[in-house]
């Protein structure tokens, strides 16, 4: 009788304690460093603040059909690269704020300048330019405009062997 | 006795030269029993049909010889003049087998066992039944005069009667030439003077170059070489097939000759094939043109071709397809229960599960399901990084190096993400 009393009494705790748990959603976010302005009436907000550029590397090959584990999340979207094996050799993360620009050292002595052009609570407009480090000229100068913590992909730049770099690029704010 | 079908075919090719006759006249002979073999393909040859045709008619029994009935028709009865006015030294096929043979005199003891010289003129006049005498009077071998003359004249030995130009030779000649009146007067001067024999002979066969014939004769050069094995083996041409049959029926010597040479090859077969037995004798060849190893096939490589089956089947994997038919022979033991601890404590349950509580209701507040505008997104590296659909994301400006070459590619799918490919040093 004791046992089952136990038993009974764990179970009750379990459900009062989980119940916030399972009624709804946590508690409020964490503090967000853009802070929104005001908006006028169905028209984007304008974001202040810094926003987070993040890059991943990911090396490409066909010598090896390795996948790192870490990169098992975006492997739907690296296989149309036709590519055996995928290994995340290195990672960039930095904050930029809107007019401003921030680079990258990448793989092969290259660089990679992200400039902040503009930012709003539906999307951010970045200007990336690639630097192969054999000029002043970039290999490529485009503007693109992402949602919000939305990422795409740069790939193609040449890696020892046939061996090529693809850069996941994420806009987080 | 009458006529048969083969005879009036004949008969009209020797006397029109009827040329409708002649497949007749072929086919009737090919099977025809009283010709010898040798001779039942001459009207095969269209030259000279008719004297071939006449002189199968003389051999059947029926009509006259062509160089008879010249010689009658060109003799006549009035030779002895010409006989006698003519000595032998003028003669013109004795003239003419001199200047082709030289001044050279043949003797007919030289060449009595070895000038086939009847069977050659008789070849090439078409069955002169006179040609031993022509022979004879040119000065050849005797024998042959004789054979040839027992030959046409029929079992009539008149070889003395050559020799000394009596009158059994006539008769002879006369038994051959049938009714040739003047063959006495001839006869008599086979051995001196034969001009009308040699008129006769000029008529009936023609403008034969009697010297060629005479001397291919002589040497033997009228047969190619090998011919007793060319007439075996059916090599030869039909004429000389036929001549060299003739000289064959001639010869009891050749005869022998040549049953000795047909039966050499069965027996040398036989030899060969009972002492080679079963051999093979690829190895040997292969040896003798210089190959090193008869086995060796050129340009064939095992190792490559098991290679090559090897990458193109790739690995199987038969495991599976083994372990389906294996059947087990016995169930998988059952685990044994654990036994129940006797000093289990059921607090310790209630309390790891308040435990597991408590950690599972902290820890939502740690886990991202449905990002959404106006929250950041949980740094959860790669996996948690989601990609722009097609109407989330917009290229506003491209550009890129003259050595470049950059294309800008949107999956397909709900989850579809773009990507700007960049191909250095390549330009379109």
Redesign the interface.
Same mark, same amino acid.
């Given at each position: 009788m004791?046992?089952r009393f136990?038993?009974y009494? %764990?179970?009750a %705790? *379990?459900l009062v304690? =989980?119940a916030? %748990?399972l009624a709804g959603p946590?508690?409020p976010?964490?503090v967000?460093p853009a802070r929104?302005a005001e908006p006028k009436e169905g028209e984007p907000k304008k974001v202040t603040g810094k926003v !987070?550029i993040e890059i991943?590397c990911v090396r490409a090959t066909n010598t090896t059909s390795n996948v790192d584990p +870490?990169? !098992?999340?975006?492997m !739907?979207?690296l296989r149309?690269?036709k590519y055996k094996g995928f290994d995340?050799i290195d990672?960039h993360d930095s904050e930029v704020s809107s007019g401003h620009d921030v680079s990258f050292d990448i793989e092969g002595g290259r660089k990679l300048q992200v400039e902040l052009l503009d930012v709003n609570?539906? !999307?951010a +407009?970045i200007?990336m330019r *690639?630097f =192969?480090g054999k000029g002043s =000229?970039?290999?490529?100068?485009?503007?693109? =405009?992402?949602?919000?913590?939305? %990422?795409?992909?740069?790939?193609?730049?040449?890696m020892e062997g046939d061996d090529v770099l693809i850069l996941?690029v994420?806009v +987080?704010? | 006795m009458g006529m048969t079908r083969l005879e009036d075919w004949l008969r009209r090719i020797a006397e029109d030269g009827d040329a409708a006759a002649v497949d007749a006249a072929r086919a009737l002979l090919r099977t025809d029993e009283r010709i010898p073999e040798e001779l039942r393909y001459v009207l095969d040859d269209p030259e000279d049909r008719p004297g071939a045709a006449d002189a199968l008619l003389f051999l059947l029994g029926e009509g006259e010889s062509l160089v008879a009935e010249a010689i009658r028709a060109e003799a006549g009865s009035a030779m002895d003049d010409d006989l006698t006015a003519n000595p032998i030294e003028g003669v013109p096929v004795a003239d003419a087998v001199r200047a082709e043979a030289g001044t050279t005199r043949i003797s007919g003891a030289w060449l009595a066992d070895a000038i086939p010289v009847d069977e050659a003129i008789r070849a090439e006049a078409g069955l002169v039944d006179v040609a031993d005498a022509v022979a004879g009077a040119l000065g050849f071998g005797i024998p042959m005069v004789q054979g040839a003359l027992r030959w046409g004249a029929g079992a009539v030995d008149v070889a003395e009667a050559v020799v000394g130009a009596g009158p059994p030779v006539a008769a002879a000649v006369r038994a051959s030439a049938g009714r040739v009146e003047i063959a006495a007067s001839v006869l008599v001067k086979v051995g001196v003077d034969v001009p009308p024999v040699s008129h006769a002979v000029r008529d009936a066969a023609g403008t034969v170059a009697v010297a060629d014939v005479v001397m291919a004769g002589i040497v033997g050069a009228d047969l190619p070489e090998g011919w007793m094995a060319g007439v075996l083996d059916r090599e030869l041409p039909d004429a000389v097939h036929v001549k060299a049959a003739s000289r064959i029926a001639a010869s009891s010597l050749l005869g022998a000759e040549l049953t000795g040479l047909a039966s050499a090859g069965t027996r040398l077969r036989a030899a060969v094939e009972a002492g080679a037995g079963t051999v093979s004798l690829w190895d040997g060849v292969a040896k003798s043109i210089g190959i090193a190893d008869p086995e060796a096939v050129t340009g064939w490589d095992g190792a490559a071709v098991r290679a090559a089956v090897l990458d193109e089947a790739g690995s199987v994997d038969v495991v599976r397809r083994v372990m389906a038919k294996v059947r087990r022979s016995s169930a998988a033991p059952s685990e044994r229960p654990e036994p129940r601890p006797a000093n289990s404590a059921? &607090?310790v349950?209630?309390?790891v599960?308040?435990a597991?509580?408590?950690l599972?209701?902290f820890g939502?507040?740690g886990i991202e399901r449905m990002?959404s505008? /106006?929250?950041?997104?949980p740094?959860m /590296?790669?996996? /948690?990084?989601?990609?722009?659909k097609a109407d989330?994301?917009?290229?506003?400006?491209?550009?890129?190096?003259d050595d470049?070459t950059?294309q800008v590619?949107q999956?397909d799918g709900a989850?579809a993400?773009?990507?700007? &490919?960049?191909?250095? /040093?390549k330009t379109l």
């Open positions: 004791i046992r136990s038993l009494l %764990a179970t %705790a *379990m304690i =989980s916030p %748990a946590p508690g976010p964490p967000n929104v !987070q991943l +870490k990169l !098992q999340g975006i !739907q979207h149309i690269l995340l990672e609570d539906v !999307q +407009k200007r *690639m =192969s =000229s970039p290999t490529l100068d485009t503007t693109v =405009s992402v949602h919000r913590n939305r %990422a795409f992909i740069v790939a193609g730049p040449k996941p994420r +987080k704010y | 059921y &607090w349950a209630a309390a599960a308040v597991a509580t408590i599972i209701v939502f507040s990002p505008p /106006g929250r950041p997104a740094d /590296g790669a996996p /948690g990084m989601v990609f722009a989330e994301i917009r290229v506003d400006d491209l550009n890129y190096a470049a950059v590619i999956e989850d993400a773009m990507i700007i &490919w960049v191909d250095e /040093g």
